[in-house]
């Protein structure tokens, strides 16, 4: 490597060249082919020099409901939003996942990795929804991977014994407020915190990548 060229990031040689990004959805129900998608949050992650994964920055985009888009008065009685409330300041499906996709895809480069890959707490909820609305909206520069994710319900069943997120995220010492909770950037925030506690409590008990150790060989 000559003096002008720079190591890629060291979150490139983590995650396959995926780089991790922590996305939530709330929606008007559970089939992502006919419900309403009504919110996406989106949260970047960066890794720093010594292999720790922290939180970066989080983005969030209020959608109106598709046409013809089912809403079931449950699903909006859990989640406390009214689609049709002014305040939401929401925007057609198309805007709306630009402006999420946009960042990450600056992020995938910045870190040197070929392409993002969902995070999520039951991560095939979310993937299911944000690529049923990709598609609706006609965009072809979906940054993330088609069908992997990482699944944080599972990873907190392996690292804390429990798959729900308020439980886990309390096991974990990560502070969590029910009332809080059912908005899509608090959860991502709170699915990202615990992501990166269990990938870097992994490292510091010898998994991968193993702590870095200052044999004094620069001295």
């Known amino acids: 490597m000559t003096d002008d060229q720079q190591a890629p990031h060291l979150m490139s040689t983590r995650f396959r060249g995926y780089l991790p990004v922590v996305v939530d959805v709330e ?4 089939n992502a082919r006919t419900d309403a998608l009504l919110e996406v949050a989106a949260v970047l992650l960066t890794m720093d020099d010594d292999g720790t994964l922290r939180r970066e920055a989080t983005y969030v985009q209020h959608i109106d409901p598709f046409e013809g888009a089912n809403l079931e008065q449950s699903a909006l009685d859990f ?37 993002a890959i969902l995070v999520g707490h039951n991560a095939t909820f979310d993937h299911n929804f944000l690529f049923a609305a990709s598609m609706r909206a006609d965009i072809k520069r979906n940054p993330f991977h088609p069908f992997s ?56 008990l010898g998994g991968y990548p193993p702590p870095l150790v200052d044999d004094g060989s620069d001295q």
């Open 27 to 30: 929606t008007g129900g559970f």
């Open 79 to 115: 989640t406390g939003i009214d689609p049709w409330s002014p305040d939401r300041e929401a925007v057609p499906e198309r805007e709306g996942l630009s402006e999420i996709f946009n960042p990450i895809r600056k992020s995938v480069k910045a870190h040197d990795c070929k392409r």
């Open 149 to 204: 994710t990482f699944d944080t319900a599972t990873l907190a069943g392996l690292a804390y014994g429990h798959t729900v997120l308020a439980q886990a995220c309390k096991l974990a010492g990560i502070p969590f407020s029910n009332k809080e909770a059912h908005s899509a950037a608090y959860d991502a925030e709170k699915t990202a915190d615990l992501f990166c506690g269990i990938v870097n409590r992994w490292r510091d």
